[in-house]
C-alpha cells in the first residue's frame, strides 16, 4: 500500500493532480509540435500549387496569344467583374418580386414590428358617401316646384299614397316608372329593362334603377331596406293635375315595421303583386295591416310582360291568370276580422291597374278605353267603354256588340279583355321581337309611333321600352285610380282623426283636425326620421293634420308617453328648416300646411321613435298625442355588441341610441351581465343595424 495516497488519519485521499500551470504548458507544448508539421505540410502544398499556376499562366499566355484583340479585353472585363468586391447589401440572393409575378403587379413587402397588429396590410376602401343624392342640382321634372308647393295649399287635389307588396314585385320599379314620367332622367332612358335583381349589383353608385334606393347597402342587395317618400306632380286621363306624396316601403318580411310607418301618413294603399307569384306571405301581412289601419286599397297587377315573355302563355290562358291573381287579393281582403265589402278590387270598378314598369307601361281599362276612343273617334264615353272590357263579356264582330253569354252563331267568340287588351299587347311585343325596322316600322308608324333609326338598332328589350313608352304614354290610367278611390286629406281627416287622436273629439284641436283646417291648431304626426349625409343630423318626416308649419317657428315635441298634465315627456324646440322630401333631393319651403307631409330640421333631439309636434300656443289642457304605431310582430333576434377599444363606450351608446330613431323595431337592453344587447326582427335586419352602427 502506498502510504503517500492517504492521510494521517488514514483516510483515502488519492494520487497528488498537476497544478493548472503545468497543464497549460503541455497544451503549449503540444500546438507547437502541431503546427510545426501542419506547417510542413502546408509548404509543400504551397509549392505544388505555385507550379500548377505557372503552368497554367503558360497555357493561358499561348492562349492569348492566338486570340483577337477584342476577345481579349472583353475577357479582362469578365475577370475585372468577377474579381470585385461586393457588398453584403448589394448581393442578391433571390429573385425581385417583378421578375417572379411580371411588370403589372403591385407587390406589398411587410417588414417585421413596423405596423401595429391592430391596423391591416391592406387597408379596406373606405366609403365616404353612403347616399345617392342629387342635393347639388335639382333634377329638371315637367311642372315647376313653385307649382307643386303651391298645389300643395290645397288638400283635395293632394293623394297620400303607400306603396307596399311582398319582395321583389316590383314596388320601386313602379316608383321609377312614375319619376321616368315627370322628371328628366337620361339613365333611366338609357338603360336596357332588367329582370328581378337576385344578386348584388355590379355597381351601386349607378344612378339608372331604384330611385327611392338611396342606401348603400339598398343598392347592393337589391333590395329595399327604409321606407322613402317622394312627392311629384302627375296628370290624370282628363289632364287634371294632382300632387301624389308617394311613400315606397320594403317588401322583405324584416322591415314590416317600415311599412306600418308609412301607412300612419297615407290615406290610401296601393298594393303592387307579381302577376305569376300572386300573393305571398308579406302581400296577406300588408292588407291586413292595411285594413286594420282603415286604408283605401287599389291594386296593380305588375310584370304582366313575364306571362307574354317567361311563361308564354296565349291570350286566353293570361286572362285567367290575371282573374286568378286578383281574386286571390280579394280572398286575403275578406280574411281579415275588420273587412268591408266595399274594399273589394276589379278592374271594371276603377281600383285596378295593369303593369310591367321595367318596360315602361301601366294601365286601367278606362286609360286603355281611351286611346279606342280617341284612335277610332267612337261616340261612347271611355268609362262606359272600360267596364265592358272585363269579366265574362263577349264581343260580336258581325254585330258589332257586347254580350253577356257567348253567343252560339259565332263559335270563335272571345272575351272583350282579350280581344281589345291583350291581344293587341302580344301583337306589339311578336312584331318587334320578330321583325327587322323595314318591315317594322311601317307597323309602328301606323300605331303613332315614330321611333329613330338609332333606335331599331337596339336590343330586343331597349326596343320594346321605347315602343311601348309611346304606345301608353304616360301612366295617367294609375293616376287616375288613385284620384277615384283614395280619399284626399280633407275627405279623410274625419276617420283619420277618430282613429289615431287620443284627445277629446270636442276640443278646438279635434275640430280642426277633423276639417285638416291649414289655420286651426298646428298638430303634426312624426314617425320617420332620416339621418343627414354625413349622419350628424337626423330630419323629422310628419304629417300635418292641421294647422300651418313654417321654418323657425317653436313647437313642442310631445313623446309617446306623454299624459296631460305631466311635462316629463315634452321639450320645446324650434324647427329650423322644412322641407318636401323627394328621396334623392329635398325641395327647401318657407313652410306648408294641413295635409301635406313636411321634413324638419331642428326637433330630433328629444324624439325616440315617434311623436306629436303641437304649437306652443295650444293650452296644455287640449294637449294630446297621436296614437303610438302597433306592429304585428315583435323584436325576437337578438344579438351583444361591444367596442373594439373600451374606451369607445360612450361613442357606442350615442350609435345606439341612433340606431334607435332609424329603426321602429330595434331596442336595446342592458342585460344583467353588463353587456348590452341589440334586438330586431331577423337576421337581415339586424345585419343592416350593425352596418349603420
Not at 509549392?47 to 499562366?57: K, L, R
Not at 329638371?140 to 288638400?155: I, N, Q, R
Not at 273617334?377 to 254585330?399: C, F, N, S, T
Request: hydrophobic share 40%; charged share 25%.
Amino acid at each position: 500500500m502506498d502510504d503517500s495516497n492517504y492521510d494521517e488519519f488514514g483516510n483515502y485521499i488519492g494520487p497528488e493532480l498537476a497544478s493548472s500551470s503545468e497543464e497549460e504548458e503541455e497544451e503549449e507544448e503540444r500546438e507547437v509540435s502541431g503546427f510545426q508539421y501542419n506547417g510542413g505540410q502546408r509548404e509543400t502544398e504551397a509549392t505544388m500549387d505555385v507550379e500548377e499556376d505557372d503552368e497554367e499562366e503558360a497555357s493561358s499566355d499561348e492562349y492569348e496569344a492566338r486570340q483577337p484583340p477584342m476577345a481579349m479585353v472583353r475577357r479582362v472585363d469578365a475577370l475585372q467583374q468577377q474579381s470585385q468586391i461586393v457588398l453584403h447589401e448589394d448581393k442578391k440572393y433571390y429573385p425581385d418580386a417583378e421578375e417572379v409575378f411580371g411588370p403589372g403587379v403591385e407587390a406589398l413587402v411587410q417588414e417585421e414590428d413596423t405596423q401595429p397588429l391592430s391596423e391591416p396590410i391592406i387597408a379596406p376602401v373606405k366609403v365616404r358617401k353612403f347616399q345617392v343624392s342629387e342635393e347639388d342640382e335639382m333634377p329638371e321634372t315637367a311642372y315647376s316646384k313653385e307649382f307643386m308647393v303651391d298645389l300643395l295649399g290645397y288638400p283635395a287635389m293632394t293623394r297620400n299614397l303607400v306603396f307596399a307588396g311582398h319582395l321583389h314585385h316590383g314596388k320601386t320599379t313602379l316608383v321609377d316608372l312614375l319619376v321616368a314620367s315627370t322628371h328628366t332622367w337620361p339613365e333611366w332612358d338609357k338603360m336596357a329593362p332588367i329582370a328581378t335583381p337576385t344578386t348584388k349589383m355590379p355597381k351601386p353608385n349607378d344612378k339608372a334603377f331604384g330611385y327611392t334606393d338611396v342606401h348603400q347597402l339598398e343598392r347592393l342587395r337589391g333590395i329595399g331596406l327604409k321606407a322613402m317618400p317622394i312627392s311629384m306632380v302627375a296628370q290624370d286621363v282628363k289632364g287634371k293635375s294632382y300632387v301624389l306624396n308617394i311613400m315606397d316601403a320594403p317588401g322583405h318580411a324584416n322591415f314590416i315595421d317600415e311599412a306600418i310607418a308609412s301607412m300612419r301618413l297615407a290615406d290610401g294603399l296601393v298594393l303592387v303583386v307579381d302577376a305569376v307569384e300572386g300573393v305571398m306571405a308579406t302581400t296577406e301581412r300588408t292588407i291586413s295591416a292595411a285594413v286594420r289601419e282603415g286604408l283605401a286599397i287599389t291594386l296593380v297587377v305588375s310584370k304582366v310582360d313575364r306571362l307574354i315573355m317567361e311563361l308564354k302563355l296565349p291570350p286566353a290562358d293570361a286572362y285567367y291568370k290575371l282573374k286568378l291573381t286578383i281574386e286571390e287579393v280579394n280572398n286575403a281582403i275578406a280574411a281579415c276580422p275588420a273587412a268591408d265589402p266595399s274594399m273589394r278590387v276589379s278592374p271594371e270598378l276603377g281600383n285596378v291597374c295593369f303593369a310591367s314598369a321595367s318596360f315602361g307601361w301601366c294601365f286601367s281599362l278606362e286609360s286603355f278605353a281611351c286611346k279606342y276612343v280617341e284612335q277610332w273617334d267612337m261616340p261612347v264615353q271611355p268609362r262606359d267603354l272600360a267596364k265592358r272590357l272585363w269579366g265574362d263579356i263577349y264581343y260580336h264582330p258581325e254585330r258589332r256588340t257586347f254580350l253577356r253569354k257567348r253567343a252560339q252563331d259565332v263559335k270563335e267568340a272571345k272575351r272583350s279583355f282579350v280581344r281589345f287588351v291583350l291581344e293587341p299587347l302580344y301583337k306589339i311585343f311578336a312584331h318587334v321581337a320578330g321583325e327587322d325596322e323595314p318591315e317594322l316600322r311601317p307597323v309602328l308608324e301606323s300605331l303613332g309611333i315614330n321611333l329613330r333609326k338609332a333606335d331599331y338598332a337596339l336590343d330586343v328589350r331597349s326596343l320594346l321600352r321605347k315602343t311601348l313608352c309611346q304606345f301608353f304614354g304616360p301612366p295617367t290610367g294609375f293616376v287616375g285610380m288613385c284620384v277615384g278611390h283614395v280619399k284626399s286629406p280633407l275627405d279623410n281627416a274625419i276617420q283619420k282623426t277618430e282613429r289615431l287622436y287620443t284627445g277629446s273629439m270636442d276640443s278646438a284641436t279635434a275640430l280642426a283636425m277633423r276639417s285638416c283646417d291649414a289655420d286651426g291648431p298646428l298638430v303634426i304626426s312624426a314617425v320617420k326620421q332620416y339621418p343627414s349625409s354625413d349622419a350628424s343630423a337626423f330630419y323629422v318626416l310628419g304629417r300635418i293634420f292641421s294647422g300651418t308649419l313654417n321654418s323657425g317657428q317653436s313647437v313642442r315635441v310631445l313623446g309617446e308617453g306623454f299624459m296631460p298634465g305631466d311635462d316629463e315627456d315634452m321639450a320645446l324646440a324650434t324647427v329650423s328648416d322644412t322641407w318636401i322630401h323627394c328621396s334623392r333631393y329635398k325641395v327647401p319651403v318657407s313652410g306648408l300646411s294641413a295635409g301635406s307631409w313636411v321634413l324638419m330640421g331642428g326637433v330630433d333631439s328629444s324624439i325616440g321613435k315617434t311623436a306629436t309636434i303641437v304649437d306652443t300656443r295650444t293650452p296644455e289642457d287640449d294637449l294630446a298625442v297621436v296614437r303610438p304605431l302597433h306592429f304585428p310582430t315583435s323584436s325576437v333576434m337578438k344579438i351583444a355588441v361591444e367596442p373594439v377599444v373600451p374606451i369607445e363606450l360612450p361613442k357606442m351608446l350615442s350609435g345606439l341610441r341612433k340606431i334607435g330613431k332609424t329603426y321602429p323595431l330595434a331596442q336595446t337592453r342592458v342585460e344583467e351581465s353588463g353587456e348590452h344587447v341589440l334586438l330586431g326582427t331577423g337576421e337581415l335586419y339586424l345585419d343592416c343595424i350593425m352596418h349603420d352602427l
